[in-house]
């Protein structure tokens, strides 16, 4: 039996991440009690998501939010609302506060949900959108999380002994998919399995079959799709302190109306060896190195990315990290500055500790690669996401029923 393998359209209908107007800064989506948890929360649990964002403002907004039930791809489902939330489809953010001793004023916004408001019916993706009271049709933000009723196990294995190379610079993954307790009739057809890469978006694959089945457990091995370059582990930088450099950084000034911080120039990695370095897999964590309340007491910084690289005329070069929402858009994208010979960004962040990674993206197409700058190591610690999906004949949505978390070069 071939592998189907869907293309994920990376920007169909907008359903990532993102923020859609310049006044809001530092979208987050954890999970409640673990920060560096991958945002999927269990059906009919106490489990809860936590989205937080700031507004750069003196005075709070009168904000709402909706949910948009989605499939595997992030498409919107066939459920109307009542079909998957318990009562209105529609909150208000009533959690805020206001920045404190910050030069920058803001106000920071959280919201938990499954909440008294909106509660959950059924499992698959969704997308919290974020608009004005007084304008609903202008969506001002929206964020990604899944919610899973947990009935298939997920079996994993990684290697770097690849059907593409030995050691080099390649990792795969083989799945073994136990649906015995989800009552899929067609083994072959009713299930999908998503894997996705240090919760990267661009390089994320849909399997429609598995190669094989055995009795109830469907098996993945010996696929291309499965078949992830190593990348390198995530560059790390901190903007704690507005008083002395932290780490990754070699200018601090004040030029009203913001602290700047330029970090030290990046190089190629893709020459060097490989130098293994815990990293948080593209998250950050917001933090002011005094303060214990640092969701508003962080403040913001002008912050200059630099790369050392020859211009290149055949792809852009992108930031890539949860706090550019895995988007290769203009907030991301390195600009080539012939004076200096570098590619340079500069982006308003909250103080805090982040990692990063410059992607090459030929141009006319919506794939990073890591090779060019950051270089592709077996050794590579990555986070892979498997998440499973039933679609019951006749139905109209996809059910997540099930997710695991692998981690390579362990």
Not at 214 to 235: A, K, M, V, W
Not at 395 to 409: A, N, Q, W
Request: proline share 4%; with cysteine.
């Amino acid at each position: 039996m071939s592998l189907l393998l869907l293309s994920v359209n990376l920007y169909a209908d907008d359903m990532m991440n993102g923020i859609f107007n310049p006044r809001f800064k530092t979208l987050q989506v954890k999970v409640e009690g673990n920060n560096y948890a991958p945002p999927v929360i269990t059906l009919n649990s106490d489990d809860r998501v936590i989205i937080s964002f700031d507004e750069l403002a003196d005075e709070h907004s009168y904000l709402r939010y909706s949910l948009v039930h989605c499939n595997a791809d992030w498409t919107p489902s066939g459920l109307v609302e009542s079909e998957f939330v318990d009562g209105f489809n529609l909150g208000n953010i009533e959690e805020y506060e206001y920045s404190q001793l910050t030069t920058t004023h803001y106000v920071h916004y959280s919201v938990a949900i499954p909440n008294d408001e909106v509660r959950f019916t059924v499992s698959g993706n969704y997308l919290l959108r974020v608009f004005s009271e007084d304008n609903p049709d202008e969506i001002l933000l929206q964020a990604r999380f899944m919610v899973c009723e947990p009935l298939a196990s997920v079996g994993a294995s990684l290697t770097s002994r690849t059907d593409i190379d030995y050691n080099g610079a390649h990792q795969q993954l083989s799945l073994e998919v136990d649906v015995a307790k989800v009552g899929v009739q067609d083994l072959y057809n009713e299930i999908k399995v998503v894997v996705s890469q240090n919760s990267r978006v661009d390089n994320e694959v849909i399997l429609t079959k598995p190669l094989r089945v055995s009795s109830q457990t469907l098996c993945y091995e010996h696929q291309t799709p499965l078949i992830f370059t190593g990348g390198n582990e995530y560059r790390r930088m901190e903007i704690t302190s507005v008083t002395y450099p932290g780490m990754h950084v070699e200018e601090m000034f004040y030029s009203a109306p913001y602290y700047h911080q330029r970090l030290e120039v990046d190089k190629l990695r893709s020459l060097s060896q490989y130098l293994y370095d815990q990293t948080q897999f593209g998250r950050f964590t917001i933090r002011e190195y005094n303060s214990s309340q640092s969701d508003i007491e962080a403040d913001y910084v002008m912050t200059h990315f630099a790369l050392d690289l020859p211009e290149q005329f055949e792809c852009g070069i992108y930031l890539d990290g949860e706090f550019t929402n895995r988007r290769f858009d203009e907030q991301s994208q390195m600009v080539y500055n012939r004076e200096t010979g570098k590619y340079e960004k500069t982006l308003l962040l909250k103080q805090g500790a982040y990692n990063y990674q410059y992607l090459v993206v030929p141009y006319g197409t919506m794939r990073g690669s890591t090779a060019p700058i950051e270089g592709d190591f077996y050794e590579t610690v990555n986070e892979y996401l498997v998440k499973v999906y039933y679609h019951r004949p006749g139905s109209r949505y996809d059910r997540l029923v099930g997710v695991s978390v692998i981690f390579s070069g362990e």
